[in-house]
């Protein structure tokens, strides 16, 4: 709900391809972060 609320709210500050791009960039930074923490505690349960 929050989330839907913030994205609507954002839909009236930016334009949609902004927010569209917003959206990319953040799920890109999430994943890399995921992918960071993954590897990481991957190596820790090898060492």
Do not use: Q
Not at 7 to 19: A, D, M, N, P, Y
């Amino acid at each position: 709900f929050f989330t839907t609320y913030l994205i609507s709210h954002c839909r009236k500050l930016f334009g949609k391809e902004k927010l569209i791009k917003i959206i990319k960039l953040t799920n890109a930074v999430i994943f890399i972060l995921a992918s960071f923490i993954i590897i990481y505690t991957i190596r820790k349960i090898i060492n």
